[in-house]
């Protein structure tokens, strides 16, 4: 068998084998799923009904302060700031005392802060409440009339759809691209440290146990330097592989143990905050709405750049952190100031793909997502806009040309340094002798 | 023919000559000790022998041409002084690893492993893992490893540090029996009795340079001081002639005399013979290598220091 191979599959199976590996890999997912759930459960939960004693002499709000079910108004005059707790209120409103349309001085007094939630609700129904005053007084028309006019006028939808789309029956919708951006980004952003950490560390260990010196009594340092590179490089995958399966199947599997009353509440909940009152029909069309937009992604090109970029970065990154490995000792100290340019530039992606995210066209993402040190992250988070709509054609294979032989260049160097460095016990060399070894 | 041949090696790092103009030359089947102190180079010779670093100038043959690190390392079987082990690995899997590391095939190493295993008494070791080895058992491992593939020329540096006697022993009488059936031992050391013990040739290097080259016989002769023990019957009146010269007497009746130039042994003898005292013992004392490595690097610093190389 090719000696790179027995490097790599050792390299691999002694990885994939740990218990830490295996519990990783099945309890991240989990943790995820989980974690989602737990959200969405304690949301639920949360919602209470707040019952809130308004005090209104004037009747400046009586006609159209109106409740809902998150937020109640009971309109009480025989209730103030020493009771109100006993009664069972959890706040009380003043209105203003004088003005009948004055909009500010009005005061919510409570025993303890109300939820966030039910704070917005509240400011919103005053200020739709002043606001339908103020129409009727002026334009001396049925309030309720003001209602219905202003819900037709909801219902309005913009389309973005690109040039190039106009004929199909998808839709892109900017939100979903973002947070799918986002997501793969990032993913790469986390994955290029994790296993890029994982490579030093490999180098480190073989450097301080002194096996080093022993298997390139066998075998070229490159090859070991690749072995250990590519085998991580490996594990790395199968991990990815492993939690699109898990995910997709877990999440297929909860979906179906929600129970439907749960899905209802969770839609009522979302209309509501919309201000639109729930119904079923509407949540029907906005789940087909979604799968609707979920198809608009091109997801065999998303999963295709993504497993491209993760390999590519990684193999960007992974060679230097390989040579750092190489260049110290069991000192974590020296490891850190070595670090920190290589993953200066990591962060430094994370930044510029923060900004391209929101404007996935400007000067700043088109170039970044070609340079080699930043393209993994930033041209990640630009692809599930659309190829060729938001990124050319020939971005994509610039970009991905340089990139190659931007891990070809990182490979080379790194093999340079790691050759000499790996023998080298004794103080952590300086940038210039590193020079030094890279030109020998 | 000589299996290896090393013609004016050099290797300079940027503080040290660490290999500074080395010839010398090791004949198949021969134990072939590598000395000097601490920092004299003798790793970074060997390094450059394993293939592991390159040498700035200078040329190394193996069995007469000229030494090419991928095709030749096969035949090696390189045992470096700092010793490691993936510490996670069971010992039956780093050994095969290592084996196939070599060039081996499968079941050919996994043959041989439990070979030697078997002959080393390491059979219940086999789904142990190497951070459960005390330091003498991962030696032995090591050892295993290095001779598994049958090596035409086997380097050793410090071979049986931390082993005990026995242990010691036990890889003693393996290398004897390696060198017994052709394989070449290169054998790094400061140990002088072991050097004794086992070698048939030697180098010295001291500075980076070599100091002394040839069999140990060889080297003791040279640097004899033709020194002799005398057993004698009693207490006898000392006197200088000037045959000898007595150098030390010992409370056992025997003298210790250093013949002088121009007189042999039979003088001596004769001295004595014609004053009618009885000789029990005669005997020529040679030195030991360590007092001629004693000699030899004496002076020179304890620690090696750094000096300038101007590039």
């Known amino acids: 068998m090719n000696k790179t191979a027995l490097i790599i599959k050792r390299e691999y199976l002694s990885r994939v084998r740990k218990k830490t590996f295996i519990l990783s890999t099945i309890l991240t997912p989990l943790l995820f799923v989980g974690i989602i759930g737990t959200v ?39 209730i103030d700031t020493s009771n109100f707790n006993t009664k069972g209120y959890s706040a009380l409103l003043y209105p203003p005392h004088t003005g009948i349309n004055q909009t500010n001085n009005f005061k919510v007094i409570t025993e303890k802060s109300l939820s966030r939630f039910a704070n917005d609700q509240i400011e919103k129904d005053i200020a739709r409440a002043l606001e339908n005053n103020i129409i009727a007084d002026s334009l001396k028309i049925d309030p309720r009339r003001i209602d219905d006019l202003k819900k037709q006028a909801e219902l309005t939808s913009v389309e973005s759809v690109k040039k190039g789309e106009l004929g199909n029956s998808t839709r892109s919708d900017f939100n979903l691209a973002s947070s799918i951006g986002y997501l793969t980004a990032f993913l790469i952003y986390i994955t290029l440290f994790v296993y890029g950490v994982m490579v030093m560390r490999g180098v480190m260990e073989e450097k ?43 999440s297929s599997v909860m979906m179906s143990f929600i129970p439907a009353e749960v899905l209802q509440q969770v839609q009522a909940q979302g209309n509501q905050m919309s201000g639109s009152s729930a119904q079923t029909s509407e949540a029907i069309k906005t789940i087909a709405n979604a799968q609707l937009t979920l198809s608009s992604v091109n997801w065999p090109l998303v999963i295709g750049c993504f497993i491209f970029y993760f390999i590519g970065g990684y193999l960007f990154y992974a060679a230097l952190f390989a040579a750092v490995g190489s260049a110290v000792n069991e000192d974590a100290q020296d490891a850190q100031s070595l670090t920190f340019p290589i993953t200066m530039p990591i962060v430094i992606a994370i930044i510029i793909m923060i900004n391209s995210i929101n404007d996935p066209t400007s000067s700043l993402a088109k170039w970044s997502s070609i340079i080699p040190f930043f393209s993994p992250i930033v041209m990640m988070s630009r692809i599930p806009f659309g190829v060729p709509s938001t990124v050319a054609y020939w971005e994509l294979g610039v970009s991905m040309v340089c990139l190659v032989i931007g891990f070809l260049f990182t490979t080379w160097l790194s093999a340079k340094i790691y050759r000499t460095g790996i023998l080298l016990y004794g103080k952590k060399p300086s940038w210039k002798e590193m020079a030094k070894w890279i030109r020998r | 023919m000589a299996l290896l041949e090393l013609h004016n090696l050099k290797k300079y790092y940027a503080t040290q000559k660490a290999v500074d ?34 040498p700035d100038s200078g ?41 196939q590391l070599k060039g081996l095939e499968k079941n050919e190493a996994l043959r041989l492993i439990k070979e030697w295993f078997i002959k080393l008494e390491m059979q219940s070791w086999w789904n142990k893992k190497v951070e459960d080895l005390s330091k003498g058992m991962s030696q032995k491992l090591q050892f295993v490893t290095t001779v598994l593939h049958d090596p035409k020329l086997i380097i050793l540096d410090e071979p049986f540090s931390g082993l005990d006697p026995v ?31 086992i070698c048939d040739q030697i180098v010295l290097v001291n500075k980076g340079q070599k100091i002394l080259d040839g069999s140990v016989k060889e080297v003791k002769q040279q640097f004899k001081q033709n020194l002799f023990k005398i057993g004698l019957d009693s207490n006898t009146s000392l006197e200088n002639s000037n045959v000898f010269e007595v150098i030390k007497e010992n409370e056992d009746h025997s003298l210790i005399v250093k013949i002088q130039q121009g007189y042999t042994p039979n003088d ?36 090696r220091q750094f000096q300038h190389i101007p590039a």
Not at chain 2, 64 to 90: C, H, N, S, T, W
Not at chain 2, 271 to 279: A, D, E, G, L, V
Not at chain 2, 284 to 292: D, F, G, H, R, V
């Open chain 2, 59 to 99: 040329s190394i043959l193996f069995k007469g041409e000229p030494f090419d690190a991928m095709k030749d390392v096969e035949q090696i079987g390189y045992m470096p002084e700092e010793r490691g082990l993936y510490k996670k690995m069971k010992i039956g899997e780093h050994a095969l690893y290592l084996a």
């Open chain 1, 208 to 250: 301080t146990n002194r096996i080093a010196e022993v298997i390139i009594s066998s075998v070229k340092p490159f090859q070991l330097m690749m072995g250990k590179i590519l085998g991580i490089g490996a594990v790395g995958l199968t991990q990815f592989l492993i939690w699109i399966v898990l995910i997709f199947g877990i």
């Open chain 1, 40 to 78: 969405i459960f304690v949301t639920v939960k949360n919602i209470r009904n707040e019952k809130i004693a308004v005090v209104d002499p004037n009747g400046i709000l009586k006609a159209n302060l109106e409740g809902s079910k998150s937020v109640s108004y009971d309109f009480r005059n025989d």
């Open chain 2, 21 to 54: 103009d080395i010839s010398f030359s090791v004949e198949p089947g021969t134990i072939f000790g590598l000395l000097g102190p601490n920092g004299a180079g003798k790793t970074t010779l060997l390094r450059m022998i394993t293939g592991i670093l390159y």
């Open chain 2, 167 to 197: 242990n010691s022993n036990i890889i003693k009488e393996e290398i004897f029996k390696l060198a017994k059936r052709g394989a070449t031992i290169i054998f790094s050391t400061h140990r002088m009795e072991q050097v004794e013990e």
């Open chain 2, 268 to 303: 001596v003898l004769l001295h004595y013979i014609n004053q009618n005292i009885p000789i029990h013992s005669f005997q020529e004392i040679l030195p030991s290598l360590n007092e001629i490595f004693i000699q030899l690097v004496e002076g020179t610093p304890a620690a």
